[in-house]
């Protein structure tokens, strides 16, 4: 195996090249290429990494630091390009967030302009995460001749299943992203009060979640008209319409046409998207011929890159969490190395699928609070795990979870979802949700950067299930009466004995429910959490949440169509979980947490049946989960044998 290729060349940059797409337009692109020390672009031909972006191609710490200056010097061409529409490209009017019909070919189009360069050796990889990892598997449909490879980092494949509507529900989430895509976007440029309007609501997005429902006009986003309309799509399009099926929305329905190329899937466990990366990893893996790989470790949208940390939240995980862009290039040297130079690197025979199992610490507290969850790297064969044994944990009305089905009857469980009180999101899975710090006045907000003034509504990884000066609550009680979400009357909790011996889940996780309401609509949601016997710290022990997601009854039979509850009638829901790897440790317990409300992460239902997004009004709603017998609610765990 040879070592990877290391040269130290300089750098030459020409700032907002205007490449032609077919249709036209011209699209601003940067381009860094190797130089010698005097400054001078390198005779030859050397691979290309194209990275497309819908938030700067020129920021420093994202594309300058982390992509040009680290592989410039390698031998590489880095081609930065501002999408249609936004930054310095052409294209205004054209930009609907990420439900742009041309973006497949317009990285088509970039592809192979650039291969055709003369300092091109005619292969291009793609990197980039997130959006940039959108129009990746865009650019990947339309199959360019020349892309070579990609390493796709945190990339929601199905804008309508994980990204805005999961579970029927709308993530409030994507409501702040698109403030950020709002206020530097091209179409209020000339204009100081859409630009401010954007600004003073994304300063007040904790009280602009609660003025709902939103409608056309009333809202901060109506300043950009493209995004207000992509807004309204959002919320209240609850059914998989023609809408959603759009290429740029699901390109998981075309997998099939993606190009069979080398290609690298990452998230993590705390990221919005993990489930869609490791399908995505599965699925190309049965299609393809060439090595795919997967890398799932203990991070939310953004700790891998960047800086890295070894913890997220309230939560350390050990050095080995720890990558940032320095552990991550390691990684894409490698990576591009063998499929852009054709240097033998090792990859080919690298496990396709690395997971980070979180959990085997030692429970102890750092000099910041966080507890000591660990955890550990482990290479898997495939996903999900061939030997996962689905076991099914069922829920008893006395808030027990036992791997055995109780013999007794019939029973259930009730609570009051009152929409004017939901149960707060303590922490969550979340990305882009910004509420922006007010400037002082004498500080001029052109000379702050806009990401310098961000603090997350939700904290965005795992935080003990307790309020907090940053959780939002209802504005009917006092926000100095801090809570464990435990002692709810609308929480529910279930949980097993005390483990005996350390149970391993890795894996997706489905929560089969049976339910009944007095309304003829409302949500059902789920949180799983491992819960730390009791410390100094924490008397009622640490309640650490792995994940959560949602369910609204009306599509609990499907987003082909609605269909109303009857009141009284015991119905089943199912609420998917994303993924996660975790190890249980003896003498704590698996715990889930069953209620009809998880705000703000998801909108809160109305509980009136009335059409989504335009509801006149809110009812409370009396709500029921069944056990045992003919209607024993259960959580199917995938279960890994030691």
């Given at each position: ?298 991070w939310n949208h953004v700790s891998m890159r960047g800086k890295g940390a070894s913890f997220v939240g309230d939560v350390e995980f050990g050095s080995e969490a720890e990558w940032g862009d320095k552990v991550l290039n390691a990684e894409r040297f490698r990576w591009f190395d063998r499929w ?247 003498g704590h317990r698996i715990r889930v947490d069953i209620a009809s409300s998880n705000f703000p992460r998801f909108d809160v239902n109305p509980n009136t049946g009335e059409p989504i997004g335009r509801h006149t009004g809110t009812q409370k709603a009396n709500n029921s989960m069944h056990t ?15």
């Amino acid at each position: 195996m040879n070592a990877p290729q290391e040269n130290n060349f300089g750098i030459v940059a020409s700032q907002n090249v205007m490449i032609p797409m077919r249709d036209g337009v011209r699209l601003a692109t940067d381009i860094y290429r190797p130089a010698d020390d005097d400054g001078n672009a390198l005779d030859g031909q050397f691979p290309v990494l194209v990275g497309r972006t819908s938030y700067d191609k020129s920021n420093p710490v994202i594309w300058i630091d982390a992509v040009a200056k680290a592989f410039v010097p390698r031998g590489y061409v880095v081609v930065l390009q501002d999408l249609r529409g936004r930054g310095d490209s052409e294209g205004t009017g054209d930009y609907f967030h990420t439900a742009n019909q041309k973006e497949g070919l317009d990285g088509y189009d970039t592809i192979e302009w650039a291969a055709a360069q003369d300092w091109s050796n005619g292969r291009v990889g793609m990197v980039g995460a997130s959006h940039g990892g959108i129009v990746q598997n865009m650019a990947s449909l339309y199959r360019p001749p020349h892309l070579a490879a990609l390493w796709v980092d945190v990339a929601p494949t199905n804008a309508f299943r994980w990204e805005v509507r999961q579970g029927g529900a709308m993530a409030l989430h994507m409501y702040g992203a698109l403030y950020l895509h709002g206020y530097d976007s091209q179409e209020i440029a000339d204009n100081p009060a859409a630009i401010e309007r954007i600004e003073r609501g994304a300063e007040r997005l904790s009280e602009e979640i609660w003025k709902q429902p939103f409608s056309e006009g009333n809202t901060p986003i109506a300043a950009v008209p493209n995004l207000e309309k992509v807004l309204m799509h959002y919320y209240r399009d609850g059914e998989y319409t023609d809408w959603w099926k759009q290429e740029s929305l699901d390109h998981a329905q075309h997998y099939d046409r993606m190009a069979d190329i080398p290609a690298v899937y990452s998230s993590g466990w705390y990221d919005p998207f993990a489930a869609e990366t490791s399908e995505q990893f599965a699925h190309m893996t049965a299609k393809n011929s060439t090595p795919q790989r997967l890398i799932l470790g203990p991070w939310n949208h953004v700790s891998m890159r960047g800086k890295g940390a070894s913890f997220v939240g309230d939560v350390e995980f050990g050095s080995e969490a720890e990558w940032g862009d320095k552990v991550l290039n390691a990684e894409r040297f490698r990576w591009f190395d063998r499929w852009l130079k054709d240097i033998d690197t090792g990859v080919e025979d690298d496990d396709p699928v690395r997971i980070f199992v979180m959990g085997g610490g030692d429970g102890s507290f750092d000099s910041g609070g966080r507890i000591q969850h660990g955890g550990e790297w482990r290479a898997e064969q495939e996903w999900p795990l061939a030997r996962t044994a689905v076991t099914p944990f069922y829920m008893t009305a006395d808030g027990g979870l036992n791997s055995e089905e109780q013999g007794h009857g019939e029973t259930s469980v009730s609570w009051v979802h009152d929409p004017e009180n939901p149960v707060p999101s303590i922490s969550g899975n979340v990305t882009g949700f910004y509420e922006w710090i007010v400037l002082p006045d004498d500080l001029d907000s052109a000379y702050v950067p806009q990401r310098a003034r961000m603090r997350s509504l939700i904290p965005d990884g795992p935080l003990h299930q307790k309020e907090r000066d940053s959780t939002i609550v209802s504005k009917s009680r006092p926000v100095d009466t801090p809570a464990l979400l435990a002692d709810r009357a609308d929480v529910n909790v279930f949980q097993t004995e005390l483990l005996a011996e350390e149970v391993e889940v890795t894996g997706p996780i489905m929560v089969n429910l049976w339910v009944s309401s007095d309304s003829l609509d409302t949500d059902f949601t789920a949180k799983l959490i491992d819960v730390y016997p009791p410390s100094e710290e924490y008397p009622e022990g640490f309640h650490l949440p792995l994940e959560d997601s949602i369910r609204r009854a009306r599509f609990r039979e499907g987003y082909a169509a609605e269909k109303l509850m009857t009141p009284g009638e015991i119905c089943e829901v199912q609420i998917e979980l994303p993924p996660v790897s975790n190890l249980f440790a003896k003498g704590h317990r698996i715990r889930v947490d069953i209620a009809s409300s998880n705000f703000p992460r998801f909108d809160v239902n109305p509980n009136t049946g009335e059409p989504i997004g335009r509801h006149t009004g809110t009812q409370k709603a009396n709500n029921s989960m069944h056990t045992g017998g003919a209607h024993a609610s259960s959580i199917m765990l995938p279960i890994i044998e030691s």
